[in-house]
T-cell receptor, first 114, second 110 residues
Framework: GAGVSQTPSNKVTEKGKYVELRCDPI?????LYWYRQSLGQGPEFLIY????????DSGLPNDRFFAVRPEGSVSTLKIQRTERGDSAVYLC????????????FGQGTRLTVV | KNEVEQSPQNLTAQEGEFITINCSYS?????LHWLQQHPGGGIVSLFM???GKKKHGRLIATINIQEKHSSLHITASHPRDSAVYIC????????????FGKGTRLHILP
């Protein structure tokens, strides 16, 4: 596709359920980032992939959150036992590689835990 | 203290006014992004800067690497410019992390 694609665009789930959020980066982009944005706040870093491996997962808030990128392209953010506090917009970004290359952002997935 | 600070947090101005949004950062960076986010959540990249100045239409972005400061200017502001403007820096480090400011909420009144 032409840009970073995130699916679904909206997800409503019940507390305690498991959810998966998907990010399709721009083809050929090796770097992929996940962020979480709560209402009225700037995006907060969750995890960064370089290729298939998580180069930095220090932003994952707890062990209910996990992300994979098995083939170095599509990434899935997985949240177990969702809590109401997990409600946020989850943003994905990708870039060609390191340092001085532009990052491109998806439209985000709005997750609501009820 | 946040590594990326933006000011002001909120800004309301009349149509036609010249707008300045500031971003200061405390880490070494390889690049700085200015982003625009409209209600609904989608983020659009306006500029990527590593030095100097860039201009696109009514938008101008400048960066001073020595002072660790960047500004986004909007000339002849219009109500459609109303959005959240976010500064994001790519940290110059082996972790290559992008760090976001909290954003500036701009409201242009007709």
């Amino acid at each position: 596709g032409a840009g970073v694609s995130q699916t679904p665009s909206n997800k409503v789930t019940e507390k305690g359920k498991y959810v998966e959020l998907r990010c399709d980066p721009i083809s050929g982009h090796t770097a992929l980032y996940w962020y979480r944005q709560s209402l009225g706040q700037g995006p907060e870093f969750l995890i960064y992939f370089q290729g298939t491996g998580a180069a930095d997962d220090s932003g994952l808030p707890n062990d209910r959150f996990f992300a994979v990128r098995p083939e170095g392209s599509v990434s899935t953010l997985k949240i177990q036992r969702t809590e109401r506090g997990d409600s946020a917009v989850y943003l994905c970004a990708s870039s060609l590689g390191r340092d001085n290359t532009e990052a491109f952002f998806g439209q985000g997935t709005r997750l609501t835990v009820v | 203290k946040n590594e990326v600070e933006q000011s002001p947090q909120n800004l309301t101005a009349q149509e036609g006014e010249f707008i300045t949004i500031n971003c200061s950062y405390s880490v070494g960076i390889s690049a700085l992004h200015w982003l625009q986010q409209h209600p609904g959540g989608g983020i659009v990249s306006l500029f990527m800067l590593s030095s100097g100045k860039k201009k696109h239409g009514r938008l101008i972005a400048t960066i001073n690497i020595q002072e660790k400061h960047s500004s986004l200017h909007i000339t002849a502001s219009h109500p459609r410019d109303s959005a959240v403007y976010i500064c994001a820096v790519r940290r110059m480090n082996r972790d290559d992390k992008i760090i976001f400011g909290k954003g500036t909420r701009l409201h242009i009144l007709p």
